[in-house]
């Protein structure tokens, strides 16, 4: 009643929404208050979100082709956190109600000067950029959890200590992991998703990587850890963010697909995450993807599925006009920004960068041997690649005391080209620096001699192939010199490999017979989808990767690109 003791004055909207129940004279003045102030009215609130994912440590441009987009007037150099800051900073400025979020792998598989402080360059780079959230990918996982918890939260190193001469916050950006949760707990090791407010609507953001992180991580980076169905976890979710409110909801996915067109297209689109978004609830509008590199932007069943390559090299500009009074997005357009070399370096990324290379100059500008020419990640129509051959052998050198007769190298831990003509530190053409070998090879993988028989070397090679959410996906090994076989493209997965045709030395490949065989520890362990190996016996510990192929390099300088042919495909 009025005029009585319970009386008083609603301050903001928050304290109004807190009442529950609004008697009819009450409601009366309210709406004739609401009436006579348009500040209180509902219309629509413009949102930008600028999206990427699988940054990995790029703080400088990366090289050959990793460091260009493909656009229909030809390449175009793009990447580098100098220019990526600028760029940011451009599009920010066009309108004040913008997030920065990301899908994952910020950090894991980086460069020396990244890698080499245990990527707080890297974080420290992005809070600098002004990330405000991202999904975790799987290389958030690569030291394990108690190191990606250092990351968020701050503190330094357990062992190495903060090596820059101060202390380390860690990220002022929220990293979120809906679907990772500790097995002995049940509770997602970070949180599932966070909650913002423009005008007035509310906007949700899940964040999460692929349910498979285990199988490309190493087994001691996920021990304890659970990774549960992406399409489940963000189902059930939508219930509780309805109940607060929500009706507009941004996924940032670490799991991706493919695409055949150009950057800014959603042409020939295939892969896992396009069969997990269909299966999304249909409150879902925007997913923000990543793990494979793709660019792409998508309309899919009335929402958004967006991808930004790698390296820093492409930001989505993710355009929504929010109607406040339902909470739904009225529109949505995406565009893919080039991350051009031509605007102005950032000044802060600029000096972050270089205090970072000062301190790690002794090591990465290190001549480690030459090449005579240019060993790259490009793939033959068969699926080898001159530096994966080259790291093959040089695994191989690195384990012959063990006995090993073959090494097999995984693709997708190649991660930079090797040119002959690149200048990373001083050096001379053809010289090749520690740094720049760290960048092809970042892991710090321990090499494992193991023995398996001939039958399962046979299931190793047809497990190169596999079907992931409806999509064939290939991860072609890299083999040493002397082993060849030939598979056949037109043939069923799981029987394209012909027996008669794996040879070492020349030599057939007996089913019964035992052979040793060195791979990484990520291999080693059944990762990348190659089960067999965990079958492999009398297993010896070897040197880093990193280590075997300096060696290597050093012994045969300068070191000529291996002529292919080691693999054959029919037809």
Aim: hydrophobic share 45%.
């Amino acid at each position: 009643m009025i005029d009585t003791d319970d009386d008083g004055w609603f301050r903001d909207l928050r304290q109004l929404d807190a009442v529950k129940h609004v008697g009819r004279q009450a409601f009366t003045r309210l709406r004739d208050h609401a009436a006579r102030h348009p500040e209180f009215a509902c219309g629509t609130v413009p949102l930008q979100l600028l999206a990427f994912n699988d940054f990995h440590g790029n703080l400088r441009p990366p090289s050959g082709s990793s460091g260009r987009i493909v656009t229909a007037a030809g390449p175009v150099d793009a990447g580098g956190a100098e220019f990526m800051a600028t760029h940011i900073k451009a599009l920010r400025a066009t309108n004040p109600n913008t997030l920065v979020v990301a899908a994952g792998d910020i950090i894991g598989a980086t460069p020396l000067v990244s890698a080499l402080f245990h990527d707080e360059p890297t974080i420290e780079s992005m809070n600098l950029m002004g990330l405000d959230i991202a999904g975790v990918g799987n290389h958030e996982f690569d030291e394990g959890i108690d190191e990606l918890w250092r990351m968020q939260y701050g503190g330094c190193h357990p062992v190495d200590g903060c090596q820059d001469g101060d202390g380390f916050a860690g990220a002022a950006f929220a990293y979120l992991a809906a679907n990772v949760t500790d097995e002995a707990t049940g509770a997602t090791v970070l949180p599932p998703f966070t909650i913002r407010r423009f005008g007035r609507a509310r906007v949700a953001f899940i964040g999460m990587t692929l349910e498979g992180t285990p199988l490309v991580t190493t087994q001691e980076g996920t021990r304890g850890l659970r990774f549960a169905d992406e399409a489940d976890t963000v189902n059930a979710l939508v219930p509780l963010l309805r109940a607060r409110g929500v009706e507009t909801i941004v996924v940032l996915l670490h799991e991706g697909g493919a695409a055949t067109g150009l950057y800014n297209e959603c042409a020939g689109i295939s892969g896992p995450v396009f069969e997990i978004v269909q299966r999304f609830h249909p409150a879902v509008d925007v997913v923000v993807t990543g793990h494979t590199n793709a660019a792409h932007t998508c309309e899919l069943d009335g929402r958004l599925v967006t991808s930004a390559a790698h390296a820093g090299r492409l930001v989505t500009d993710i355009d929504l006009e929010l109607d406040e009074l339902t909470g739904e997005p009225r529109t949505m357009t995406a565009n893919n920004v080039i991350v051009t070399r031509t605007v102005e370096r950032d000044a802060a990324q600029t000096a972050l960068i270089e205090r970072y290379e000062a301190l790690a100059a002794p090591l990465a500008n290190r001549v480690a041997g030459r090449v005579a020419g240019d060993l790259t990640r490009a793939l033959t129509p068969a699926g080898e690649s001159t530096m994966g051959l080259v790291i093959a052998d040089a695994q191989l050198a690195g384990a012959r005391a063990d006995g090993a007769v073959a090494a097999f190298m995984n693709p997708g831990g190649v991660r930079a080209d090797l040119l002959a003509a690149t200048i990373a530190g001083g050096e001379q053409p053809g010289e090749a620096t520690y740094g720049e070998l760290f960048a092809v090879q970042p892991f710090g993988n321990t090499m494992m001699t193991l023995t398996v028989t001939g039958a399962q070397l046979e299931l190793m090679l047809e497990q190169q192939w596999s079907l992931v959410g409806g999509a064939e996906r290939a991860n072609i090994l890299q083999p040493s010199a002397g082993f060849t076989y030939t598979w056949d493209a037109s043939r069923a997965i799981g029987d394209r490999v012909a027996p008669s045709s794996i040879r070492i030395g020349g030599a057939p490949v007996v089913p019964t017979a035992t052979y040793r065989i060195a791979v990484n520890a990520l291999l080693a362990g059944g990762g990348d989808g190659f089960a067999v190996l965990v079958e492999g016996t009398d297993r010896v510990a070897g040197p880093l990767d990193i280590d075997a192929l300096e060696a290597y390099l050093a012994a045969h300088s300068p070191l000529t690109p291996p002529a292919t042919g080691r693999i054959t495909r029919l037809p």
